[in-house]
């Protein structure tokens, strides 16, 4: 099956900087749009950030400026670099993709099990 793993979590003190990558495996046809969110305890998730299959980017307001998402289509990979992190930032980051897998004739969002980032002040 398709599957979204990602890594690159762990903590960090304000003003540093972190890079998350999310990476896809199983029988794909299509990777479409890929997005990172965001869901601290006790708040709604968030999203953060979204790249679509051509290289647009959007963002949060909260992070622009700060945060870039990029992606490797080569190596089914997106990732989110993390500058100038703030304590505001600290929660379970997931990344979710719009894939379409070789089974399948039409795409589906695929979740990945989430990545943790502490920032301390």
């Known amino acids: 099956q398709v599957q979204l793993v990602e890594s690159g979590g762990g903590l960090v003190q304000a003003g540093g900087s972190l890079r998350l990558s999310c990476v896809a495996s199983?029988?794909?046809?299509?990777?479409?749009?890929m997005d990172w969110y965001r869901q601290a305890p006790g708040k709604e998730r968030e999203a953060v950030a979204s790249i679509t299959s051509g290289g647009s980017t959007t963002y949060a307001d909260s992070v622009k400026g700060r945060f870039t998402i990029s992606r490797d289509n080569a190596k089914k990979t997106v990732y989110l670099q993390m500058n100038s992190l703030k304590v505001e930032d600290t929660a379970v980051y997931s990344c979710?993709?719009?894939?379409?897998?070789?089974?399948?004739?039409?795409?589906?969002?695929?979740w990945g099990q989430g990545t943790q980032v502490t920032v301390s002040s």
């Open positions: 979710k993709g719009l894939i379409r897998p070789m089974y399948a004739t039409r795409p589906a969002d695929v």
């Open positions: 199983g029988r794909i046809f299509s990777i479409y749009a």
